[in-house]
Protein backbone atom coordinates (compact mmCIF):
# COMPACT_ATOMS: atom_id res chain seq x y z
CA UNK A 1 0.00 0.00 0.00
CA UNK A 2 2.72 2.76 0.87
CA UNK A 3 4.76 1.21 -1.40
CA UNK A 4 2.48 2.96 -4.34
CA UNK A 5 2.97 6.42 -2.02
CA UNK A 6 -0.75 5.39 -0.72
CA UNK A 7 -0.36 6.04 3.32
CA UNK A 8 -1.66 3.41 5.56
CA UNK A 9 -4.17 4.39 8.00
CA UNK A 10 -1.76 4.73 10.77
CA UNK A 11 0.28 6.91 8.80
CA UNK A 12 -2.92 9.39 8.15
CA UNK A 13 -3.74 9.70 11.71
CA UNK A 14 -0.20 11.00 12.23
CA UNK A 15 -0.38 13.19 9.62
CA UNK A 16 -3.81 14.72 10.70
CA UNK A 17 -2.45 15.23 13.87
CA UNK A 18 0.20 16.92 12.60
CA UNK A 19 -1.56 18.97 10.58
CA UNK A 20 -3.61 20.55 13.64
CA UNK A 21 -0.64 21.23 15.00
CA UNK A 22 1.10 23.41 12.42
CA UNK A 23 -1.33 23.54 9.41
CA UNK A 24 -0.08 23.71 5.77
CA UNK A 25 3.23 22.98 4.78
CA UNK A 26 5.69 23.11 1.83
CA UNK A 27 5.42 20.44 -0.64
CA UNK A 28 8.63 19.41 0.06
CA UNK A 29 7.81 18.59 3.42
CA UNK A 30 4.51 16.84 2.96
CA UNK A 31 6.05 14.49 0.36
CA UNK A 32 8.90 13.70 3.17
CA UNK A 33 6.64 13.10 5.80
CA UNK A 34 4.73 10.64 3.22
CA UNK A 35 8.09 8.31 3.07
CA UNK A 36 9.28 8.86 6.69
CA UNK A 37 9.76 6.80 9.58
CA UNK A 38 6.67 7.25 11.95
CA UNK A 39 8.52 7.42 14.86
CA UNK A 40 9.72 10.05 13.18
CA UNK A 41 6.09 11.55 12.22
CA UNK A 42 5.34 10.88 16.12
CA UNK A 43 8.38 12.86 17.51
CA UNK A 44 7.68 16.09 15.10
CA UNK A 45 3.92 15.97 16.60
CA UNK A 46 5.56 15.98 20.02
CA UNK A 47 7.67 18.67 18.72
CA UNK A 48 5.12 21.17 17.39
CA UNK A 49 2.88 20.06 20.51
CA UNK A 50 5.71 22.20 22.77
CA UNK A 51 6.76 25.14 20.13
CA UNK A 52 4.49 24.50 16.40
CA UNK A 53 6.90 27.44 15.15
CA UNK A 54 9.88 25.42 15.41
CA UNK A 55 8.72 22.78 13.78
CA UNK A 56 7.25 24.81 11.09
CA UNK A 57 10.50 26.11 10.32
CA UNK A 58 11.96 22.83 9.72
CA UNK A 59 9.28 22.18 7.06
CA UNK A 60 9.89 25.43 5.48
CA UNK A 61 13.70 25.58 4.89
CA UNK A 62 15.17 21.86 6.39
CA UNK A 63 13.23 19.84 3.82
CA UNK A 64 13.73 22.26 0.35
CA UNK A 65 17.48 21.83 1.36
CA UNK A 66 17.14 17.71 1.46
CA UNK A 67 15.78 17.80 -2.02
CA UNK A 68 17.84 20.41 -3.60
CA UNK A 69 21.07 18.71 -2.25
CA UNK A 70 19.89 15.34 -3.57
CA UNK A 71 19.47 16.59 -6.84
CA UNK A 72 22.06 18.38 -7.06
CA UNK A 73 20.50 21.62 -7.58
CA UNK A 74 22.61 23.76 -4.67
CA UNK A 75 26.28 24.08 -3.92
CA UNK A 76 27.48 24.52 -7.56
CA UNK A 77 25.22 22.01 -9.52
CA UNK A 78 26.04 22.87 -13.23
CA UNK A 79 23.74 22.21 -16.57
CA UNK A 80 26.93 21.81 -18.37
CA UNK A 81 28.14 18.36 -19.63
CA UNK A 82 30.96 17.52 -17.42
CA UNK A 83 34.27 15.33 -18.57
CA UNK A 84 34.52 11.75 -16.84
CA UNK A 85 37.28 12.93 -15.16
CA UNK A 86 35.52 15.57 -13.13
CA UNK A 87 37.44 17.59 -10.50
CA UNK A 88 34.65 18.41 -8.45
CA UNK A 89 34.75 20.13 -4.55
CA UNK A 90 32.17 20.32 -2.34
CA UNK A 91 31.53 22.31 0.76
CA UNK A 92 31.49 24.95 -0.79
CA UNK A 93 28.24 26.81 0.95
CA UNK A 94 28.52 29.65 -1.79
CA UNK A 95 25.49 31.53 -3.96
CA UNK A 96 26.61 32.62 -7.53
CA UNK A 97 27.84 36.05 -7.55
CA UNK A 98 25.27 37.51 -9.78
CA UNK A 99 22.69 36.11 -7.17
CA UNK A 100 20.27 38.30 -5.27
CA UNK A 101 22.42 37.12 -1.67
CA UNK A 102 25.61 37.76 -3.43
CA UNK A 103 23.82 41.11 -4.36
CA UNK A 104 23.41 42.15 -0.79
CA UNK A 105 26.29 41.06 0.86
CA UNK A 106 27.74 43.51 -1.50
CA UNK A 107 26.14 46.06 -0.77
CA UNK A 108 25.86 45.96 2.83
CA UNK A 109 29.12 46.39 3.50
CA UNK A 110 32.56 44.63 2.90
CA UNK A 111 32.80 40.82 1.90
CA UNK A 112 35.14 40.19 4.62
CA UNK A 113 33.20 41.71 7.26
CA UNK A 114 30.22 38.87 6.55
CA UNK A 115 31.03 35.24 7.89
CA UNK A 116 29.55 33.78 4.54
CA UNK A 117 31.87 35.92 2.35
CA UNK A 118 34.82 34.69 4.22
CA UNK A 119 33.69 31.53 3.26
CA UNK A 120 33.07 31.96 -0.24
CA UNK A 121 36.76 33.06 -0.84
CA UNK A 122 37.87 30.44 1.43
CA UNK A 123 36.33 27.50 0.31
CA UNK A 124 36.06 28.44 -3.57
CA UNK A 125 40.28 27.98 -3.44
CA UNK A 126 41.48 25.51 -5.77
CA UNK A 127 43.51 24.44 -2.94
CA UNK A 128 40.60 24.17 -0.08
CA UNK A 129 40.13 20.49 -0.42
CA UNK A 130 41.40 17.63 -1.91
CA UNK A 131 39.39 15.56 -5.05
CA UNK A 132 37.57 12.83 -5.79
CA UNK A 133 38.17 11.22 -9.35
CA UNK A 134 35.29 9.13 -10.75
CA UNK A 135 36.89 5.55 -10.61
CA UNK A 136 37.48 3.96 -14.49
CA UNK A 137 38.29 0.78 -12.36
CA UNK A 138 34.71 1.16 -10.34
CA UNK A 139 33.13 1.78 -13.26
CA UNK A 140 34.19 -0.82 -15.46
CA UNK A 141 33.53 -3.18 -12.62
CA UNK A 142 30.66 -2.34 -12.59
CA UNK A 143 29.59 -2.83 -16.18
CA UNK A 144 31.16 -6.09 -16.11
CA UNK A 145 29.03 -7.27 -12.76
CA UNK A 146 25.95 -6.08 -14.82
CA UNK A 147 26.45 -7.70 -17.89
CA UNK A 148 27.09 -4.77 -20.04
CA UNK A 149 23.21 -3.90 -19.95
CA UNK A 150 20.76 -1.73 -18.67
CA UNK A 151 19.68 -3.93 -15.98
CA UNK A 152 15.76 -3.01 -16.35
CA UNK A 153 15.94 -2.82 -20.15
CA UNK A 154 18.55 -4.91 -21.07
CA UNK A 155 19.57 -2.11 -23.56
CA UNK A 156 23.44 -2.52 -24.73
CA UNK A 157 23.30 1.34 -25.11
CA UNK A 158 23.85 2.17 -20.85
CA UNK A 159 25.06 4.86 -18.49
CA UNK A 160 26.63 3.51 -15.57
CA UNK A 161 24.48 5.72 -12.78
CA UNK A 162 25.46 6.66 -9.09
CA UNK A 163 22.82 5.44 -6.75
CA UNK A 164 24.07 8.25 -4.19
CA UNK A 165 25.15 11.35 -6.28
CA UNK A 166 29.06 10.82 -7.02
CA UNK A 167 29.14 15.01 -6.83
CA UNK A 168 28.20 14.82 -3.34
CA UNK A 169 31.32 12.54 -2.21
CA UNK A 170 33.66 14.63 -3.13
CA UNK A 171 35.89 17.13 -1.06
CA UNK A 172 36.10 17.85 2.31
CA UNK A 173 34.07 19.78 4.62
CA UNK A 174 35.08 21.00 7.51
CA UNK A 175 31.94 23.22 8.44
CA UNK A 176 29.29 21.95 10.53
CA UNK A 177 27.05 24.21 8.85
CA UNK A 178 28.40 23.59 5.67
CA UNK A 179 25.65 21.88 3.15
CA UNK A 180 27.03 18.32 3.28
CA UNK A 181 26.55 18.74 7.36
CA UNK A 182 23.16 20.07 7.09
CA UNK A 183 21.56 17.40 4.39
CA UNK A 184 22.31 14.75 6.63
CA UNK A 185 21.31 16.45 10.11
CA UNK A 186 17.90 17.20 8.43
CA UNK A 187 17.95 13.33 7.56
CA UNK A 188 17.94 12.38 11.03
CA UNK A 189 14.76 14.19 11.59
CA UNK A 190 12.72 11.74 9.38
CA UNK A 191 14.63 8.45 9.62
CA UNK A 192 16.32 6.92 13.08
CA UNK A 193 19.90 7.58 13.63
CA UNK A 194 20.41 4.11 13.36
CA UNK A 195 19.39 4.24 9.83
CA UNK A 196 20.92 7.06 9.14
CA UNK A 197 24.50 6.52 10.52
CA UNK A 198 24.00 3.07 8.07
CA UNK A 199 24.05 5.41 5.34
CA UNK A 200 26.49 7.64 6.42
CA UNK A 201 29.36 5.40 7.16
CA UNK A 202 28.87 3.24 3.90
CA UNK A 203 29.79 6.57 2.07
CA UNK A 204 31.97 8.57 4.52
CA UNK A 205 33.87 6.25 6.79
CA UNK A 206 35.58 8.45 7.67
CA UNK A 207 32.80 11.00 9.13
CA UNK A 208 31.37 13.82 7.22
CA UNK A 209 34.18 16.12 7.26
CA UNK A 210 36.20 13.64 5.04
CA UNK A 211 36.01 12.94 1.68
CA UNK A 212 33.41 10.19 0.48
CA UNK A 213 34.46 7.12 -1.35
CA UNK A 214 33.69 6.03 -5.05
CA UNK A 215 32.09 2.24 -4.80
CA UNK A 216 30.90 -0.14 -7.09
CA UNK A 217 27.94 -0.89 -5.07
CA UNK A 218 27.02 2.85 -5.31
CA UNK A 219 26.55 2.44 -9.04
CA UNK A 220 24.22 0.21 -11.47
CA UNK A 221 24.14 0.12 -15.72
CA UNK A 222 20.98 2.06 -16.83
CA UNK A 223 20.12 3.03 -20.50
CA UNK A 224 20.18 6.32 -21.38
CA UNK A 225 16.75 6.94 -21.12
CA UNK A 226 16.33 5.07 -17.57
CA UNK A 227 19.33 7.38 -16.70
CA UNK A 228 17.45 10.40 -17.10
CA UNK A 229 14.32 9.07 -16.07
CA UNK A 230 15.64 7.82 -12.58
CA UNK A 231 17.22 11.32 -11.99
CA UNK A 232 14.22 12.68 -12.94
CA UNK A 233 12.10 11.30 -10.12
CA UNK A 234 10.55 9.41 -12.67
CA UNK A 235 11.05 6.01 -11.08
CA UNK A 236 12.22 4.61 -7.58
CA UNK A 237 14.04 1.14 -7.08
CA UNK A 238 12.83 -0.02 -3.88
CA UNK A 239 15.27 -2.85 -2.46
CA UNK A 240 13.44 -6.29 -1.53
CA UNK A 241 15.87 -8.75 -0.90
CA UNK A 242 19.64 -10.10 -0.59
CA UNK A 243 20.49 -13.62 -1.08
CA UNK A 244 22.96 -15.05 1.90
CA UNK A 245 25.53 -15.57 -0.75
CA UNK A 246 25.26 -12.07 -1.66
CA UNK A 247 24.62 -12.95 -5.07
CA UNK A 248 20.80 -12.29 -6.26
CA UNK A 249 19.29 -8.79 -5.28
CA UNK A 250 15.66 -8.40 -5.76
CA UNK A 251 14.47 -4.51 -6.54
CA UNK A 252 10.77 -3.41 -7.31
CA UNK A 253 10.11 -0.64 -9.49
CA UNK A 254 7.60 2.13 -8.83
CA UNK A 255 6.92 4.77 -11.64
CA UNK A 256 6.18 7.85 -9.65
CA UNK A 257 3.34 10.34 -10.15
CA UNK A 258 3.91 13.85 -9.65
CA UNK A 259 1.11 15.69 -7.41
CA UNK A 260 -0.95 17.81 -9.57
CA UNK A 261 -1.34 21.64 -9.36
CA UNK A 262 0.71 22.10 -6.23
CA UNK A 263 0.74 25.62 -4.51
CA UNK A 264 3.24 27.08 -2.02
CA UNK A 265 1.68 25.16 0.54
CA UNK A 266 -0.56 21.75 1.35
CA UNK A 267 -2.41 20.11 3.95
CA UNK A 268 -0.96 17.21 5.47
CA UNK A 269 -3.59 15.22 4.93
CA UNK A 270 -3.35 15.75 1.25
CA UNK A 271 -2.96 12.24 0.07
CA UNK A 272 -0.69 11.18 -2.97
CA UNK A 273 -1.40 10.26 -6.33
CA UNK A 274 -1.10 5.80 -6.60
CA UNK A 275 0.97 4.25 -8.52
CA UNK A 276 -0.08 1.34 -8.39
CA UNK A 277 -0.75 -0.09 -12.19
CA UNK A 278 1.46 2.58 -13.54
CA UNK A 279 3.11 1.57 -16.68
CA UNK A 280 4.81 5.24 -17.52
CA UNK A 281 5.18 8.19 -16.00
CA UNK A 282 3.26 11.00 -15.22
CA UNK A 283 4.87 14.28 -14.43
CA UNK A 284 8.28 14.67 -14.56
CA UNK A 285 8.41 15.68 -17.68
CA UNK A 286 6.27 18.88 -17.62
CA UNK A 287 7.69 20.00 -21.24
CA UNK A 288 7.40 16.45 -22.82
CA UNK A 289 3.78 15.44 -23.85
CA UNK A 290 4.84 12.16 -25.40
CA UNK A 291 4.46 8.91 -22.76
CA UNK A 292 7.39 8.61 -20.39
CA UNK A 293 7.88 4.49 -20.58
CA UNK A 294 10.31 1.75 -20.41
CA UNK A 295 9.82 -1.55 -21.88
CA UNK A 296 11.54 -5.14 -20.75
CA UNK A 297 13.65 -7.26 -22.59
CA UNK A 298 10.28 -9.16 -24.56
CA UNK A 299 8.86 -5.92 -25.32
CA UNK A 300 6.38 -5.59 -22.50
CA UNK A 301 5.80 -2.18 -20.46
CA UNK A 302 7.45 -2.26 -17.26
CA UNK A 303 5.00 -1.44 -14.80
CA UNK A 304 4.89 -0.10 -10.95
CA UNK A 305 5.26 -3.72 -8.77
CA UNK A 306 7.76 -5.40 -11.20
CA UNK A 307 10.37 -6.55 -9.73
CA UNK A 308 14.27 -7.06 -10.80
CA UNK A 309 16.83 -9.49 -10.55
CA UNK A 310 20.05 -7.63 -10.00
CA UNK A 311 23.28 -10.60 -9.91
CA UNK A 312 26.80 -10.75 -9.56
CA UNK A 313 29.36 -13.67 -10.11
CA UNK A 314 31.55 -12.02 -7.68
CA UNK A 315 30.16 -10.69 -4.75
CA UNK A 316 33.51 -9.58 -3.30
CA UNK A 317 35.06 -7.79 -5.99
CA UNK A 318 31.72 -6.56 -7.87
CA UNK A 319 30.00 -6.15 -5.29
CA UNK A 320 25.69 -6.01 -6.04
CA UNK A 321 24.43 -2.28 -5.41
CA UNK A 322 24.55 -1.47 -1.72
CA UNK A 323 21.31 -2.54 -0.11
CA UNK A 324 21.43 0.26 2.68
CA UNK A 325 21.88 2.99 -0.20
CA UNK A 326 18.94 1.83 -2.24
CA UNK A 327 17.10 2.46 0.49
CA UNK A 328 18.08 6.59 0.99
CA UNK A 329 17.46 6.58 -3.16
CA UNK A 330 13.99 4.35 -2.60
CA UNK A 331 13.24 7.64 -0.21
CA UNK A 332 13.98 10.39 -2.04
CA UNK A 333 13.61 9.44 -5.20
CA UNK A 334 10.17 8.89 -4.23
CA UNK A 335 10.07 12.48 -2.63
CA UNK A 336 11.39 13.95 -5.78
CA UNK A 337 8.47 12.21 -8.06
CA UNK A 338 5.80 13.63 -5.88
CA UNK A 339 6.45 17.24 -5.84
CA UNK A 340 8.29 17.06 -9.18
CA UNK A 341 10.97 18.04 -11.57
CA UNK A 342 11.17 21.17 -14.63
CA UNK A 343 13.85 21.30 -17.00
CA UNK A 344 14.11 20.60 -21.09
CA UNK A 345 14.95 16.96 -21.59
CA UNK A 346 18.53 17.03 -22.92
CA UNK A 347 19.69 13.23 -23.79
CA UNK A 348 23.09 12.48 -22.54
CA UNK A 349 25.86 10.81 -24.10
CA UNK A 350 28.11 9.27 -21.22
CA UNK A 351 27.43 8.68 -16.95
CA UNK A 352 25.60 10.55 -14.29
CA UNK A 353 28.46 13.38 -14.83
CA UNK A 354 26.21 14.25 -17.34
CA UNK A 355 22.67 14.51 -16.50
CA UNK A 356 21.84 18.31 -16.35
CA UNK A 357 20.94 19.41 -12.76
CA UNK A 358 17.20 18.97 -11.65
CA UNK A 359 15.36 21.88 -11.58
CA UNK A 360 12.22 22.10 -8.78
CA UNK A 361 8.90 23.88 -9.64
CA UNK A 362 9.34 27.20 -8.24
CA UNK A 363 6.41 27.04 -6.05
CA UNK A 364 8.41 27.49 -2.81
CA UNK A 365 8.20 31.11 -1.19
CA UNK A 366 11.65 29.86 0.01
CA UNK A 367 14.15 32.92 -0.55
CA UNK A 368 17.66 32.72 -2.10
CA UNK A 369 18.58 32.51 1.79
CA UNK A 370 17.10 28.49 2.40
CA UNK A 371 19.69 27.80 -0.60
CA UNK A 372 23.00 28.36 1.78
CA UNK A 373 22.80 26.49 4.26
CA UNK A 374 25.20 28.85 6.79
CA UNK A 375 23.38 32.42 5.48
CA UNK A 376 20.16 30.39 6.39
CA UNK A 377 21.39 29.19 10.07
CA UNK A 378 22.58 33.39 10.57
CA UNK A 379 18.51 34.14 9.53
CA UNK A 380 17.55 31.76 11.95
CA UNK A 381 19.37 32.36 15.08
CA UNK A 382 17.31 34.70 16.46
CA UNK A 383 14.21 32.50 15.89
CA UNK A 384 16.06 29.27 17.22
CA UNK A 385 16.99 31.26 20.55
CA UNK A 386 13.63 31.65 21.44
CA UNK A 387 12.20 28.53 21.54
CA UNK A 388 16.00 26.34 22.43
CA UNK A 389 14.82 26.14 26.19
CA UNK A 390 11.86 23.95 24.97
CA UNK A 391 14.63 21.32 23.54
CA UNK A 392 15.18 20.10 26.90
CA UNK A 393 11.34 18.83 27.39
CA UNK A 394 10.60 17.72 23.85
CA UNK A 395 10.83 14.13 22.99
CA UNK A 396 12.24 12.85 20.06
CA UNK A 397 16.01 13.06 19.76
CA UNK A 398 15.65 14.26 15.77
CA UNK A 399 13.78 17.17 16.29
CA UNK A 400 15.73 18.29 19.47
CA UNK A 401 19.43 17.65 17.78
CA UNK A 402 18.09 20.36 15.12
CA UNK A 403 16.98 22.77 17.76
CA UNK A 404 20.43 22.67 19.78
CA UNK A 405 23.28 22.78 16.79
CA UNK A 406 20.89 26.19 15.43
Known amino acids: ?140 LARERDSRCCVLTRDKAIEVAHIYPFCRLSGLEENVCGARHIFWDHLRNFWSKEKVATWETKLFPNGLSEQGEERVDNLLTLSKVAHVYWNRGAFALKPISLSDDNTILKVQFFWQKKQPDLQATISLCTIPLSTEGLDHNEGAFDDDDSLNKLNRQDDKRIKSGDIFDLKTDDPIKKPLPNFSLLELQWALTRVVGMVGAAFPYEPTSGDDSDIPALVLDEISLISDLSKSPEALHQVNQYHMENVKHYAEGAEGDRVVGIVEQM
Open 1 to 140: MEDFNQPSPERQGLLNTLQEAIGDIPPCFWALCQVCDLQALEALIEHARISPGTVRIIATHATDTIVLYWTQRIQGASRNPTPNKTQIKRGSGSSPASSPLAKRQKTAGSPASSPLAERQTTTNSPTSSPLLYRSTVATA
